[in-house]
């Protein structure tokens, strides 16, 4: 093939990939492009153009698929600035995913290593393969807000605002403290919810399930008690105040801790309710409750900023 010729296959396999209103278009321009680049090759050269000259531009030039996609309308599902939190969500949720996954599994009485091997299969059968629904709803979630940024710009437009700001205002956090004090009830006994729904005429087996063991009244119950009733003052001050600041947002730091600390506590020691099945759904729900809230303070703690003094700024 001539130079030409080479340069004329060339173009149309990259406008065979561009969408057909500017396929002429670009096979016109791209053409004339090549053409003088061709030709300043061979002035630089000092030597005629020939076919070896062609294929050297044109493989420095690069392959017809990635010219195409210069001239090809962006298609950007995840926008760049959210691959960092696109990536970290995927990572977290799977981790938490596998990690529940594995508690389970590993919650049944496990034997010779035979037995522990069937778990890990289980669990990777179960849990680990499935779990990939997660990265497939975040691309969907990602993308349709992604589309919602370029379709509705004003709705992203950056807006100030502090960093003691309250989630949900006051009403999101008169709501914790009801659901606080609703779970002191439930802690001090679970068992008026039977009470509530059956009037008093529940079986004994149900009574039995949710009765406490001894052990955990002595040991888990009075610090789990205390450390969540500890959180009313705190919830009362923010909504008085209308703010978090940051002497009260190391505390509910603090206080987050030593919950988590205390429920591990109460899932590694021994049984919780009499019943089995139910003591093996409290801790299961224990183990989830610290699994979100160990998430939800590492995320703060990465993203927390101290900058380093600076002079101030002066209008």
């Known amino acids: 093939m001539n130079p030409n010729e080479l340069i004329e296959a060339y173009v149309n396999e990259v406008a065979a990939q561009l969408p057909r209103k500017q396929r002429n278009d670009v096979a016109f321009e791209l053409r004339a492009l090549l053409g003088e680049e061709l030709q300043g090759k061979a002035e630089a050269a000092g030597r005629s153009v020939d076919a070896a000259m062609a294929t ?163 040991r888990q119950a009075p610090w789990l008690l205390g450390l969540i009733l500890l959180n009313i003052p705190l919830f009362i001050t923010v909504i008085v105040k209308g703010r978090r600041s940051a002497v009260l947002r190391r505390l509910e730091m603090a206080l987050g801790l030593a919950t988590c600390a205390a429920m591990v506590w109460t899932v590694m020691d021994g049984p919780v309710f009499v019943g089995s099945q139910s003591d093996r759904t409290v801790k299961f729900f224990l183990a989830l409750i610290v699994a979100f809230s160990l998430t939800s303070i590492g995320i703060k703690l990465y993203r927390s900023v101290k900058p380093a003094p600076n002079p101030q700024i002066h209008a």
């Open 56 to 218: 050297e531009l044109l493989h420095a030039f690069g392959r017809p698929a990635e010219v195409a996609a210069r001239y090809r309308p962006t298609l950007t599902i995840i926008d760049p600035a959210d691959g960092p939190s696109f990536f970290r969500a995927a990572v977290i949720g799977l981790a938490i995913i596998w990690s529940l996954g594995l508690l389970v599994g590993l919650s049944q009485p496990v034997g010779a290593g035979s037995d522990l091997l069937t778990v890990l299969g289980h669990w990777w059968g179960s849990t680990v393969i499935p779990s990939l629904w997660w990265p497939g709803v975040l691309v969907v979630g990602f993308g349709a807000a992604a589309w919602a940024r370029r379709r509705w710009p004003p709705t992203s437009e950056w807006k100030p605002r502090t960093t003691d700001h309250l989630a949900g205002g006051r009403a999101a956090m008169v709501l914790g403290l009801v659901g606080i004090l609703c779970g002191s009830f439930v802690l001090l006994d679970p068992r008026w919810l039977l009470d509530v729904l059956w009037g008093g005429r529940a079986a004994p087996a149900a009574y039995e399930a949710f009765t406490y063991t001894d052990t955990f009244l002595r």
